[in-house]
């Protein structure tokens, strides 16, 4: 990447302080408040008080020293700041060098370096993907974009979760209706209905299991798998008197709710499963206890295939989620592989020996704190704060997904050779991904640790509407898609378009609004995704940057038709004698030399969202311009042929952004 206009101008002033002073000194520039101070500003403030001397003086030393160059225009001291105000057409010109020079515009080998893996989606196969986690689908396939565009070698990875406890019941459940019942939409949200089903069942049988450990049997006559209200009303009268009342009480009427939901909702569904289970398991609770221990183990072909089964399923819808907002997976890696590889039991004897494993009659708790204290872990992360115990073998002596997910970690960077590696998973997960690191650091792995950062995020809504899954209550990037598919055939339907080419705009368009929607938010900030906003071509959102892509293509593209021969400016642009008139050029003409710069930054910070927002401005910026500055209608050649290099040079730059991003390119809308 070339040198940059304001860091020359730097270096220069600094070979001036150096002459005087002898010895380097903090010089930083920054962008004045107004135009109308400069370009770019130099404090002199701090400077001013390490070397005892007034920022007048310092300034005037260098106003009077400083070389004449064919960049800067006129230098002037304004309340302890130096400005430089550029020449405009020369800054322009390098400018356009650099754009000229490059196949994409701010690609670059700055991390070449590098090899980074990104692990993002990763959910649970319980049915569909909800807006909450392709957030994370939608942050790490930009983080890995980013990367890619500067230069770094990236891979890919979705860590399918088949081993939880949660996906027993659903195997037992779509065992038994397979054959009976086709799916009637699309397979990971029809698999969203067998769940929330047969996680309800379970829950009953669970609950009805303890009242009658306790000795309290209701009278009623509903089944193991089936609550009544007058069933309930004599669980609490029998539960009058105990401490535990209240909690089994809501959780009692809570099942009878969602059951009576699920009943109206998914009749058909409903009473399949509920006769299948009821005639063929005489105790759910127990069948999924066998059924998660016998698929950890891995030995019964028939239960891991039945998991494998259901879980190819979910995942190839997941899949196609994903591939209508134009991310893409490169590598799947199975939980139940690290479960049967036979190294979590000796990760869990070593963890024990070191006496950082806390044994609770069948449960092992990792003592967090204890690790972090006696290893660098504290020291390194600047923790202050006690850390709590983690549970990582539950009261059935059943390993969680922690477990699998250390001896994983103890594999993840050999796969890539990476050098670095993202998590992008949920802020809920902050507790467990820090289990991980602490685990690795307790097992002398910390080099390994290090490279692992669990990039998290706040949770997505939509405006209206509640989640839950567990009661096949989903907002699903599918549902968002159609709905904002929705309004972008509104706006379309009054244009002269052929059906091929509206669908063709209606489906780009409605991946970049569910998408940008998404991406430009801070992901520590909560998000209520409104369609609507996310659709309107007026709002900040995605169709609002394939307008302006369209809408500048669109000049060029005009231009044959004035007499205007757009490939002999852009050829010829060196030679050009370059005419910048207005505020509305310089300004856009600024934020397009600030892109590379922008990338870079974006990476440095992590901050995906800050291309998303440097992006809108740009565009913004573009739409002024359009406005203030007639094109090809410009009367002057000068002035016509710099705005026609304007324009071209703000294509470029969203095509880069675009694939940063991955937003489609549309020439017409």
């Known amino acids: 990447m070339s040198s940059r206009v304001y860091d020359d101008i730097k270096d220069a002033i600094t070979k001036v302080l150096k002459s005087k002073y002898k010895r380097e000194l903090d010089l930083n520039w920054t962008f004045p408040r107004s135009s109308e101070l400069g370009d770019i500003s130099f404090p002199l403030f701090k400077m001013s008080k390490e070397l005892k001397e007034s920022p007048q003086e310092i300034g005037n030393f260098i106003l009077e020293n400083l070389p004449k160059t064919d960049i800067i225009e006129k230098s002037a001291l304004h309340g302890g700041f130096l400005n430089i105000f550029l020449k405009k057409s020369e800054f322009f010109s390098k400018l356009l060098n ?36 392709v957030r994370s689908s939608i942050i790490g396939d930009v983080i890995g974009r980013l990367y890619k565009f500067l230069g770094a070698e990236v891979n890919i990875r979705y860590y399918v979760n088949d081993l939880g406890r949660q996906i027993a019941p659903l195997v037992i459940g779509y065992q038994l209706v397979k054959d009976e019942i086709t799916p009637d939409t699309k397979i ?21 299991n303890l009242m009658e450990s306790k000795g309290n049997k209701a009278d009623g006559k509903s089944s193991k798998y089936e609550l009544t209200e007058v069933e309930i009303a ?10 535990a009342e209240n909690k089994i009480s809501s959780q009692l009427n809570k099942l009878l709710r969602v059951q009576s939901s699920l009943k109206n909702r998914i009749p058909k569904l409903y009473t399949v499963l509920y006769e299948a289970t009821n005639e063929n398991i005489a105790d759910l609770n127990s069948q999924t206890t066998l059924y998660v221990k016998k698929f950890q183990e891995g030995k019964d072909k028939e239960i891991v295939s039945q998991f494998r089964e259901l879980t190819e399923k979910v995942l190839a819808g997941h899949i196609e989620t994903l591939k209508m907002l134009n991310i893409f997976i490169e590598d799947y890696d199975w939980e139940s592989t690290y479960a049967w590889s036979g190294e979590v039991p000796q990760v869990l004897d070593e963890l024990s020996k070191k006496g950082y494993l806390r044994h609770d009659d069948k449960a092992r708790l990792l003592l967090c704190d204890k690790i ?19 549970i990582i073998v539950n009261s059935e002596g059943i390993t969680l997904y922690v477990c699998r997910d250390i001896v994983y970690h103890l594999h993840k960077l050999d796969k890539f050779d990476a050098t670095y590696c993202y998590n992008v998973i949920s802020k809920q997960q902050q ?12 097992l002398g792995k910390p080099e390994i640790a290090d490279k692992i950062e669990h990039y998290d995020y706040e949770y997505v809504s939509l405006v209206g509407r509640k989640m839950a899954g567990r009661e096949f209550e989903y ?32 489906q780009k368009v409605s991946s970049s609004s569910v998408k940008y929607h998404i991406l430009k938010m801070d992901p520590q900030k909560t998000i209520k995704f409104d369609v609507k906003k996310a659709a309107d071509p007026n709002e900040n959102s995605g169709p609002f940057l394939q307008y302006s892509f369209a809408r500048a293509l669109n000049i060029l593209l005009k231009a044959p038709d004035k007499g205007i021969d757009v490939k002999e400016i852009i050829d010829n642009a060196n030679s050009i004698d370059l005419k910048i008139e207005s505020e509305a050029e310089w300004n856009l003409i600024k934020m397009i030399e600030d892109l590379p710069h922008v990338l870079i930054k974006s990476l440095k910070t992590v901050k995906p969202d800050s291309v998303a927002n440097f992006t809108y401005s740009l565009a913004a910026a573009f739409h002024k311009f359009y406005d203030a500055c007639p094109v090809l209608i ?16 703000t294509i470029k730059c969203l095509e880069s952004l675009f694939e940063v991003m991955g937003i489609d390119i549309l020439e017409k809308m």
């Open 98 to 133: 650099n754009i000229q020079e490059q196949e994409k515009y701010g690609a670059s080998r700055v991390r070449s370096n590098e090899r980074i893996i990104v692990e993002h989606t990763s959910s649970n196969p319980t049915g569909p993907l909800h807006v909450g986690n």
């Open 188 to 208: 990971d949200l029809w698999v969203g209905k067998l769940y929330a089903i047969m996680n309800t069942l379970f829950e009953i049988n669970q609950i009805k």
């Open 234 to 243: 004599e669980y609490e009268s029998i539960l009058e008197n105990e401490d």
């Open 372 to 390: 972090a204290r006696e290893t660098s872990y504290k020291t390194k992360y600047d923790i202050k704060h006690e850390l709590s115990d983690l």
């Open 431 to 442: 507790l467990a991904q820090q289990g991980v690191k602490l685990a690795l650091y307790a």
């Open 475 to 506: 907002v699903t990037p599918d549902e968002i898609y159609e709905l904002t598919q929705k309004e972008i055939y509104e706006i379309l339907k009054n244009r002269e378009y052929q059906q091929e080419q509206m669908d063709e705009i209606a």
């Open 634 to 649: 410009a009367k002057e050649a000068a002035v016509l042929q710099t705005r026609i290099l304007i324009v071209y040079s």
